[in-house]
């Protein structure tokens, strides 16, 4: 079993930043590849990056140049950096590790 912690969600006006963080507990020794999905209301949930313990990254388009993943193996713990959000990232972010989820943490952009 592995357990996902995340922290970091918030009220944040257009053009603001956020950093979430998720940390990770348990049986983490298989865990090679770690990131986030949103999921914003009515809408179907969308990954938006993921991370490898090396360092490998991807993103959805809609956040390229905008969202940075990274990661610490020694803390087993992954952050995603959130600028120049837009009302349009507003959705709860869900924290990933192979087949495991975390509860999930609510963003909202807004003036």
């Known amino acids: 079993q592995v357990q996902l912690m995340e922290s970091g969600g918030g009220l944040v006006q257009p053009g603001g930043s956020l950093r979430l963080s998720c940390a990770a507990s348990?049986?983490?020794?298989?865990?090679?590849?770690m990131g986030w999905y949103r999921q914003a209301p009515g809408k179907q949930r969308e990954l938006v990056t993921t991370i490898t313990r090396g360092g490998s990254t991807n993103y959805a388009d809609s956040v390229k140049g905008r969202f940075t993943i990274s990661i610490d193996n020694a803390k087993n713990t992954v952050y995603l950096q959130m600028n120049s959000l837009k009302p349009e990232d507003t959705a709860v972010y869900y924290c990933?590790?192979?087949?495991?989820w975390g509860q999930g943490t609510q963003v909202t952009v807004s003036s």
């Open positions: 348990g049986n983490i020794f298989s865990i090679y590849v």
């Open positions: 990933i590790a192979a087949a495991y």
